[in-house]
């Protein structure tokens, strides 16, 4: 197991954007991005093949976040624009997935979450 920190959140207008980091020891196959909406269930929103780089997105983000690796600085990256009031949420980064890499994969370590929310 490995600690994950999260960072990069805080309050937007509508439409706006921000980009989130999770800094990391060592790298799994899979990592991803998760959050949580109040009084809602955790949900997947990106996952990342970290050998070959393929990514993997919830269709609720897809064509606005964008998630990435820089291995050089031990760092996840999610790139979120066009932010709506929906995306409200604790946003978190995940590693050791298990099985194919999905934002639906099963992930062993977790930050502690970063508080992202939008509104006017």
């Known amino acids: 197991t490995q600690t994950l920190e999260e960072s990069g959140g805080g309050s937007v207008p509508p439409g706006g954007s921000l980009t989130l980091t999770c800094k990391y020891r060592s790298r799994s196959h899979c990592m991803g991005w998760f959050r949580q909406p109040p009084g809602k269930a955790r949900e997947g929103i990106a996952a990342?093949?970290?050998?070959?780089?393929?990514?993997y997105y919830a269709d609720f983000v897809r064509g606005r976040f964008t998630i990435s690796l820089d291995d050089a600085k031990n760092i996840l990256v999610l790139q979120m624009t066009g932010l709506k009031p929906e995306d409200t949420a604790d946003y978190y980064c995940?590693?050791?997935?298990?099985?194919?890499?999905?934002?639906?994969?099963?992930?062993?370590?977790w930050g502690q979450g970063t508080q992202v929310i939008v509104s006017s």
């Open positions: 990342i093949e970290t050998g070959g780089g393929s990514t």
């Open positions: 995940a590693t050791d997935a298990t099985g194919p890499c999905s934002p639906r994969a099963l992930f062993g370590d």
